[in-house]
Nanobody
Framework: VQLQASGGGLVQAGGSLRLSCTFS????????MAWSRQAPGKDRQFVAAIFRGNYIPNYADSVKGRFTISRDNAKNTVHLQMNSLKAEDTAVYYC???????????????????WGQGTLVTVSS
Protein backbone atom coordinates (compact mmCIF):
# COMPACT_ATOMS: atom_id res chain seq x y z
CA VAL A 1 0.00 0.00 0.00
CA GLN A 2 1.24 3.47 -0.86
CA LEU A 3 -0.24 6.79 0.16
CA GLN A 4 0.51 10.22 -1.27
CA ALA A 5 -0.83 13.28 0.54
CA SER A 6 -1.11 16.70 -1.04
CA GLY A 7 -2.92 20.02 -0.74
CA GLY A 8 -1.24 21.63 2.22
CA GLY A 9 -0.17 25.25 2.26
CA LEU A 10 -0.37 28.61 3.97
CA VAL A 11 -3.81 30.04 4.68
CA GLN A 12 -5.19 32.80 6.84
CA ALA A 13 -7.34 32.02 9.84
CA GLY A 14 -10.92 31.50 8.74
CA GLY A 15 -9.87 30.18 5.37
CA SER A 16 -10.17 26.75 3.80
CA LEU A 17 -7.95 24.05 2.39
CA ARG A 18 -8.66 20.69 0.82
CA LEU A 19 -6.21 17.88 1.40
CA SER A 20 -6.08 14.84 -0.83
CA CYS A 21 -4.62 11.40 -0.29
CA THR A 22 -4.05 9.07 -3.22
CA PHE A 23 -4.11 5.37 -2.39
CA SER A 24 -2.45 2.69 -4.48
CA UNK A 25 -1.47 -0.94 -4.30
CA UNK A 26 -4.70 -2.44 -3.03
CA UNK A 27 -8.47 -1.98 -3.26
CA UNK A 28 -9.37 1.19 -1.40
CA UNK A 29 -12.90 0.06 -0.57
CA UNK A 30 -11.51 -2.57 1.80
CA UNK A 31 -9.49 -0.10 3.85
CA UNK A 32 -10.27 2.33 6.62
CA MET A 33 -8.84 5.75 5.84
CA ALA A 34 -7.81 8.36 8.36
CA TRP A 35 -6.13 11.70 8.76
CA SER A 36 -3.92 12.59 11.69
CA ARG A 37 -1.78 15.63 12.37
CA GLN A 38 1.33 16.48 14.29
CA ALA A 39 2.22 19.95 15.46
CA PRO A 40 5.81 20.80 16.43
CA GLY A 41 6.70 19.31 19.79
CA LYS A 42 3.40 17.44 20.10
CA ASP A 43 2.25 13.88 19.65
CA ARG A 44 0.44 12.78 16.54
CA GLN A 45 -3.24 13.48 16.95
CA PHE A 46 -6.26 11.85 15.33
CA VAL A 47 -8.27 14.19 13.09
CA ALA A 48 -10.80 12.17 11.10
CA ALA A 49 -11.45 8.70 9.75
CA ILE A 50 -13.89 6.92 7.53
CA PHE A 51 -14.43 3.27 8.31
CA ARG A 52 -14.21 0.60 5.62
CA GLY A 53 -17.35 -1.22 6.78
CA ASN A 54 -19.97 1.48 6.98
CA TYR A 55 -18.22 4.54 5.54
CA ILE A 56 -19.44 6.58 8.49
CA PRO A 57 -17.04 9.44 9.24
CA ASN A 58 -15.57 10.08 12.67
CA TYR A 59 -13.99 13.32 13.83
CA ALA A 60 -11.92 14.64 16.67
CA ASP A 61 -13.93 17.04 18.80
CA SER A 62 -11.55 19.84 17.88
CA VAL A 63 -12.50 19.68 14.19
CA LYS A 64 -16.17 18.65 14.27
CA GLY A 65 -18.32 20.96 12.23
CA ARG A 66 -15.31 22.40 10.39
CA PHE A 67 -13.63 19.42 8.68
CA THR A 68 -15.18 16.85 6.38
CA ILE A 69 -13.59 13.58 5.33
CA SER A 70 -14.76 11.88 2.17
CA ARG A 71 -13.64 8.99 0.01
CA ASP A 72 -13.91 8.25 -3.69
CA ASN A 73 -13.24 4.54 -4.13
CA ALA A 74 -13.40 4.80 -7.92
CA LYS A 75 -10.58 7.35 -7.93
CA ASN A 76 -8.65 5.78 -5.03
CA THR A 77 -8.68 9.11 -3.25
CA VAL A 78 -9.62 10.41 0.17
CA HIS A 79 -10.16 14.10 0.85
CA LEU A 80 -10.15 16.25 3.95
CA GLN A 81 -12.03 19.50 3.46
CA MET A 82 -10.95 21.96 6.13
CA ASN A 83 -13.03 25.08 6.70
CA SER A 84 -12.88 27.85 9.29
CA LEU A 85 -9.24 27.10 9.91
CA LYS A 86 -7.63 28.23 13.13
CA ALA A 87 -4.03 28.86 14.10
CA GLU A 88 -4.14 25.73 16.27
CA ASP A 89 -4.82 23.64 13.17
CA THR A 90 -1.24 24.30 12.05
CA ALA A 91 0.51 20.94 11.71
CA VAL A 92 1.81 18.34 9.32
CA TYR A 93 -1.18 16.31 8.19
CA TYR A 94 -0.79 12.62 7.44
CA CYS A 95 -3.14 10.21 5.77
CA UNK A 96 -3.14 6.66 7.03
CA UNK A 97 -4.83 3.41 6.21
CA UNK A 98 -5.28 -0.14 7.35
CA UNK A 99 -7.67 -2.96 6.54
CA UNK A 100 -7.59 -4.47 10.04
CA UNK A 101 -8.61 -1.49 12.15
CA UNK A 102 -11.56 -2.34 14.37
CA UNK A 103 -14.19 0.28 14.91
CA UNK A 104 -13.29 0.89 18.56
CA UNK A 105 -9.70 1.72 17.53
CA UNK A 106 -10.61 4.12 14.77
CA UNK A 107 -9.31 7.19 16.58
CA UNK A 108 -5.93 5.74 17.56
CA UNK A 109 -3.10 6.71 15.17
CA UNK A 110 -1.19 3.63 16.36
CA UNK A 111 -3.87 1.38 14.91
CA UNK A 112 -2.82 2.20 11.33
CA UNK A 113 0.07 0.44 9.62
CA UNK A 114 0.38 2.50 6.45
CA TRP A 115 1.18 6.21 6.33
CA GLY A 116 1.72 8.85 3.70
CA GLN A 117 4.57 11.34 3.80
CA GLY A 118 2.61 14.26 5.27
CA THR A 119 1.64 17.67 4.00
CA LEU A 120 2.20 20.89 5.94
CA VAL A 121 -0.73 23.13 6.80
CA THR A 122 0.09 26.54 8.21
CA VAL A 123 -2.68 28.82 9.42
CA SER A 124 -1.69 32.41 10.08
CA SER A 125 -3.63 34.40 12.65
Amino acid sequence: VQLQASGGGLVQAGGSLRLSCTFSGRTLSRYTMAWSRQAPGKDRQFVAAIFRGNYIPNYADSVKGRFTISRDNAKNTVHLQMNSLKAEDTAVYYCATDNNVIYSSLTRPGAYDYWGQGTLVTVSS
